[in-house]
C-alpha cells in the first residue's frame, strides 16, 4: 500500500513538471467525459419531462384519434394532410352511453388561426372542446370562467386564453370582457386560464385559445367531425380494460366486422409514455455514444504522451532499474501515471457536465437531469481508458535494458 501510494505522489509530481502538456493531454477525457455526461444528463432531463407531461394532463387519460396509427396508408395519409376516417359525434355518444369504465369524455378540434386585438394579432392554436374538457385536459381557470354546457348547445362566441396569449395581445391590460377576433370572428373573453409552462418539446403550452367545439365547428372551421376524442378511464388501474371497452364500442358503431381493421386508434397515456422514453432512450444512447469518440481521442493522446515521458526518463528508469527496482515496479508506476492522468481528466470532465447542465437549464428551454450514475460510468470508463492506453507506454517502459538506458543521453 505504501508503494503504492508512493506511485501516485510521483504520477501527481510528473504532472506538475510539465503542466501545460498534461492539461492539454487531458482535454480529450475532460471534453468526452464532460459530452458523455452532459448528453446523459439531457437525456434523463428529456424522460422526467415526458413523466411529469403526462402526470400534468392526467395518468387515466384515454386519447382516440381517426385513422390507424398501426397501418402505413393511414400514416402516409395523415402526413399528406389527409385523412382516411373521421371521428363525429355519433362516436362520442356511444362512448358516453355504453362505456362502463369511462367516467367522461369530450370532443376536441383544434388549429392554428390568426387571433387579434386592437392593433396586435398574432398566431394561436385554438383548442376547442366541451365543458367537461377543461377537466379532462387539466386546464385551470385563473381569471373569470370557463365556458359551459349552455354556451357549446348555443355556439356561443366566448373564449377563454391561455398566458402566453394575454401577454401578446393585451400586455397589462384586463381581457375579461374584451371582444378579440379569431381569423375575423367576434369572440368575448371570458377567462384567462393558469400557466402551464412548456412541454417536453419546448412547446409554449399557454400559447392556446379554448373556445366551445360547436362554435370551432360551425362559425370557424366549418366541419362536422372531431380531431380526437378525450376519455378518463374510472381507475389508473383498469385503464387497459377501458381502451379495450372503448374499441369493442366504436368498432360496433362504425360497423367494422371481426378480422377487418379498425379505422381509430385508442391509446393512453402510459402507452405514449413507454414510446416518448423509448424515443429519448435511444437518442440519448447514441448522442453519448457520438460523444465518448472525444474519449478514444483522449486515450491515444495518454498514450502518446505516456510514450515520450518513457523517452524522457529513459535514464531515470535505468537508474531506478540499477538500485534494484524490478520490471513490475516500474510497469506499475507508469500504469499508475497514466490512470491518474486520466481520472483527473474525468473528475474535470464531469464538473464541467455539471456546469453546462446548470446553464442549459437556467438559460434555454432543456431540462437536464445529473445523476450519479452517468457519473459512476463515466469515471470508469475513464479509467479503463487510462489503464489501456498506459500499458504499451508501461511494458516499454519495464523492458528497457538498465544498461542501454545508463548510456542514454
Known sequence: ????????????????????????????????VGAVVAMLSIGTGAQQSVIESVQDI????????PG?????????????????????????????KEATLVTQAAPVVFSSSVVSYSNKSTYSTVYASS????????????RGKFYTRSDV???SNVAVIGQSTVKKLFDNIDPIGKIIKIDGKNFKVIGTLESRGTDMFGNDQD?????????????????????MILAQSVSEEEIEEACEE???????????????????????????LDVLSVITGIFTVVIAGIASISLLVGGIGIMN?????????????????????KNRDILIQFLVESTVLSITGGIFGILFAVLVSTILTRFTILETSVTIMPIIIALSFSTVVGLFFGIYPAMRAARLNPIDALRYE
Not at 392526467?58 to 384519434?65: D, H, K, P, Y
Not at 392556446?208 to 360551425?218: C, D, G, K, L
Not at 505516456?306 to 531515470?316: F, G, I, K, P
Request: no cysteine.
Open 246 to 272: 372503448i374499441k369493442s364500442i366504436l368498432r360496433k358503431q362504425r360497423g367494422i366486422r371481426f378480422g377487418e381493421k379498425d379505422d381509430f386508434s385508442v391509446q393512453n397515456q402510459t402507452q405514449i
Open 207 to 227: 400559447d392556446f385559445i379554448s373556445i366551445p367545439v360547436t362554435t370551432a365547428q360551425n362559425k370557424l372551421y366549418g366541419m362536422n367531425s372531431y380531431n
Open 153 to 155: 348547445s348555443n355556439t
Open 68 to 96: 390507424n396509427i398501426e397501418d402505413v396508408q393511414d400514416i402516409r395519409s395523415t402526413m399528406m394532410g389527409g385523412q382516411t376516417s373521421e371521428l363525429n359525434s355519433d362516436d362520442l355518444e356511444a362512448i358516453n
Open 1 to 32: 500500500m505504501k508503494r503504492f501510494l508512493e506511485n501516485i505522489k510521483i504520477a501527481f509530481q510528473a504532472l506538475f513538471l510539465n503542466k501545460l502538456r498534461s492539461l492539454l493531454t487531458m482535454l480529450g477525457i475532460i471534453i468526452g
Open 131 to 142: 365543458e367537461n374538457g377543461r377537466e379532462l385536459y387539466n386546464m385551470d381557470v385563473e
Open 58 to 65: 392526467g395518468s387515466n387519460l384515454i386519447i382516440i384519434s
Open 305 to 325: 504522451i505516456m510514450l515520450v515521458s518513457v523517452t524522457e526518463r529513459t535514464r531515470e528508469i535505468g537508474i531506478r532499474k540499477a538500485i534494484g527496482a
